[in-house]
Nanobody
Framework: QVQLVESGGGLVQPGGSLRLSCAASGFPFFRNVMSWYRQRPGKERERVARITNAGGAYREYADSVKGRFTISRDNDKNTVYLQMDSVKPEDTAVYYC?????????WGQGTQVTVSS
């Protein structure tokens, strides 16, 4: 079955960096578009970044993170990453890995990122 397992969250100071990882299994990873979403306290879940399948030639970012976050993938490791630089307190959220297969959405369990001094 499809499994998405996030890791790498934690406490980071404003202006710092963090890298999230999402290990995928149960489907042909290289064929799937992969995304990162987040849910900030009191807010709806929102998409942060998306990367196309195979070589990941196309990447898309929310305006709020453009220029600060970078999504990438390693198809040999079945892993998608989110490099978070110049983080801000408003980046505090639970971050989720996401994909779809045959019209069904799949989510990881989420990893908490807290940006605070």
């Amino acid at each position: 079955q499809v499994q998405l397992v996030e890791s790498g969250g934690g406490l980071v100071q404003p202006g710092g960096s963090l890298r999230l990882s999402c290990a995928a299994s149960g489907f042909p990873f290289f064929r799937n578009v992969m995304s990162w979403y987040r849910q900030r306290p009191g807010k709806e879940r929102e998409r942060v970044a998306r990367i196309t399948n195979a070589g990941g030639a196309y990447r898309e970012y929310a305006d709020s993170v453009k220029g600060r976050f970078t999504i990438s993938r390693d198809n040999d490791k079945n892993t998608v990453y989110l490099q978070m630089d110049s983080v801000k307190p408003e980046d505090t959220a639970v971050y989720y890995c996401h994909t779809t297969r045959s019209g069904v959405e799949y989510w990881g369990q989420g990893t908490q990122v807290t940006v605070s001094s």
